[in-house]
């Protein structure tokens, strides 16, 4: 509040200045009534009436323009600390989550704590404006930190090639780990793309050369929501550890991440592809390493097989 709203000055001012339009009208009224006739002392009631009138007017008047000025600013003040405070407790409650997170995955805190900080100011857990190139990096991060790693890739293999993703599948492929699983769903006006992938050598190779020893299998997303039915159809995701998950819209360049728990439905979603290989459900197919890598394996795209080389 500032110090002049209520002060005495003010206020007799503006007393005064009513005092002035109070006589200002007894004379208007005086002239209006009476244009001839000379002023005497029986006009002299009216006219102090009058100035007592507009000075307890203009006094009145500018006291209520003070107090609704000094309601407003109350007004204001309270909503800025409302803000303030939902604020506070937006940054409490992000704080609280990224701690949470850190806590119950300490394995990728390198990880986390890089996406905790780019998502701090936008939307927890959320990064926008994501270019292929920097969702590579993030994925080598997690890879660094991960044992086991299972991942859903929604693009032909050309795919890899085409954005130069070399250097993230070396990673992984270096990476020593328990199991690495990778399943390729893709749309289904994008199966004659997929064949034809799976018939060019250069791009399995690069495929190959670069992933090394990940079990690939691919399906397409209406054989996923036949196998799956209610499930949503995943974007590209990687999920470390059964904990740290890392998704990603290339078509809208948001990168999301979270701690999930075992129980999570993308948890679930693996064990649902294990249980196809193990039950040999033909709508899983297999992808075999190519000719010319080392293990000699046939390059092509069959049935899941299992460890015997049994059709699955």
Known sequence: M?????????????????????????????LA?????????????SSVAFLLV????????????????????????????QQSVERLTRKIT????????????????EALSELIRASINDNFRSIPDVGVAAYFRVLSMAINHAERYEG??????????????????DALREKVMT???????????????????LSDPAVMDYYWQHTGDVETYWMTVSEFRTTFPGRDVPRDLALYDRQLLIAYDESKLILKFDVVRREADVSELFDGVREMISRHLPALKRVEP???????????????TDTDGRTI
Do not use: C
């Open 152 to 169: 859903i890739q929604r693009n032909p293999f050309r795919w890899y090639r085409d954005t130069q993703a070399g250097h993230y599948l």
């Open 54 to 81: 507009g000075f307890a007017g203009g006094w009145l008047f500018e006291l209520f323009k003070a107090q609704t000025e000094v309601t407003d600013q109350s007004l204001q003040s309270l909503a800025d600390i």
């Open 33 to 45: 009534t009476s244009p001839t006739k000379a002023f005497s002392l029986a006009q002299v009631p």
């Open 2 to 30: 500032r110090p002049d709203h209520l002060s005495y000055t003010r206020l007799l001012k503006a007393a005064v200045f009513g005092a002035v339009i109070g006589l200002l009208f007894d004379l208007a009224v005086t």
């Open 179 to 197: 199991a690495k699983t990778r399943l390729v769903l893709v749309d289904d006006e994008d199966v004659s793309a997929m064949t034809q992938d």
């Open 290 to 304: 190519s000719e010319s890598l080392p293990s000699g394996m046939s390059r092509s795209a069959r049935p899941a």
């Open 94 to 109: 992000y704080q609280d989550r990224a701690l949470t997170m850190l806590i119950d995955a300490p394995r990728h805190n």
